[in-house]
C-alpha cells in the first residue's frame, strides 16, 4: 500500500540555518504531495502541496519540488527562524484514495535563537 | 467561518467507558475524517465519510464507530475505552468541488483523550 517515510527527528538547528527535511514515498500512479505544520498546541495546518512531477509548491519560505524519478519530496527552508519551531509532517494523496492523505510520521524540528 | 471545530479539547475516561468526540464543520464540505496521532506513527486514518449517510473504514476503525446524519457534523464513538486508544484525536473536512481537484485538509485543533 501507499506509504510515507520523513527522516527521524528531533532536528535541532540554530536561527538563520539552511533546513531540509528529507520525505520518499511509495505509491501507485501519481500522488499529491503535501507538507503539513503543526504548531505547539494546535491541529495540522497545509503548509505547501504539489500535484504533479517537478512541480515546486512554495509557502513562507518553505519549498518543496515532486520529484517522481527519487520519489521524494524533500521540504527545504534557506533561512529558519525560531518561529519555524513545530512538527512537521509529509502526507500523500494517492488518486484511489477518495480524499484520504497517507502520513510519515512527524519531524519535530526546534530553532534556537 | 468556525472552520472545523472539536470537543472536548481533552477528555479522561476509565477503561471501559464510552464516549463521543464531538466534530463540525461549517464550510459546507463534503468529506469528513477522523486521524488518531500517536508519538512516532503520524497521523492514522480511523474512518471518513464522504457524504451525509455514507461512511467507511480508514487504516484503524477498531473500537470506534461514527455516523453521519448531517453535512456538518461527524461524531466519533469509542464503544468501550481501552488504554490502547489514549492518543490525540484530529477531525479533518475537505472539498472535492475544485477544478483541478484540491485535496487540501483542514483540520481541528484535536482532542486529547487520556484512557486510565
Known amino acids: 500500500g501507499d506509504s510515507v517515510t520523513q527522516m527521524e527527528g528531533p532536528v535541532t538547528l540554530s536561527e538563520e540555518a539552511f533546513l531540509t527535511i528529507n520525505c520518499t514515498y511509495t505509491?501507485?500512479?501519481?500522488?499529491?504531495l503535501f507538507w503539513y505544520v503543526q504548531y505547539p498546541g494546535e491541529g495540522l495546518q497545509l503548509l505547501l502541496k504539489?500535484?504533479?512531477?517537478?512541480d515546486k509548491g512554495s509557502n513562507k519560505g518553505f519549498e518543496a519540488t515532486y520529484r517522481k524519478e527519487t520519489t521524494s519530496f524533500h521540504l527545504e527552508k534557506g533561512s529558519v527562524q525560531v518561529s519555524d519551531s513545530a512538527v512537521y509532517f509529509c502526507?500523500?494523496?494517492?488518486?484511489?484514495?477518495?480524499?484520504?492523505?497517507?502520513f510519515g510520521q512527524g519531524t519535530r524540528l526546534t530553532i534556537n535563537p | 467561518n468556525a472552520g472545523v471545530t472539536q470537543t472536548p479539547k481533552f477528555q479522561v475516561l476509565k477503561t471501559g467507558q464510552s464516549m463521543t468526540l464531538q466534530c463540525a464543520q461549517d464550510?459546507?464540505?463534503?468529506?469528513m475524517s477522523w486521524y488518531r496521532q500517536d508519538p512516532g506513527m503520524g497521523l492514522r486514518l480511523i474512518h471518513y465519510?464522504?457524504?451525509?449517510?455514507?461512511?467507511d473504514q480508514g487504516e484503524v476503525p477498531n473500537g470506534y464507530n461514527v455516523s453521519r446524519s448531517t453535512t456538518e457534523d461527524f461524531p466519533l464513538r469509542l464503544l468501550s475505552a481501552a488504554p490502547s486508544q489514549t492518543s490525540v484525536y484530529f477531525c479533518?473536512?475537505?472539498?472535492?468541488?475544485?477544478?483541478?481537484?484540491?485535496?487540501?485538509?483542514?483540520f481541528g485543533p484535536g482532542t486529547r483523550l487520556t484512557v486510565t
Open positions: 479533518a473536512s475537505s472539498y472535492s468541488g475544485t477544478i483541478p481537484p484540491s485535496y487540501e485538509q483542514y
Open positions: 505509491a501507485t500512479g501519481y500522488p499529491s
Open positions: 504539489a500535484t504533479k512531477a517537478d
Open positions: 502526507a500523500l494523496q494517492s488518486i484511489q484514495g477518495a480524499q484520504k492523505l497517507v
Open positions: 464550510m459546507n464540505h463534503e468529506y
Open positions: 465519510s464522504v457524504g451525509a449517510g455514507i461512511t
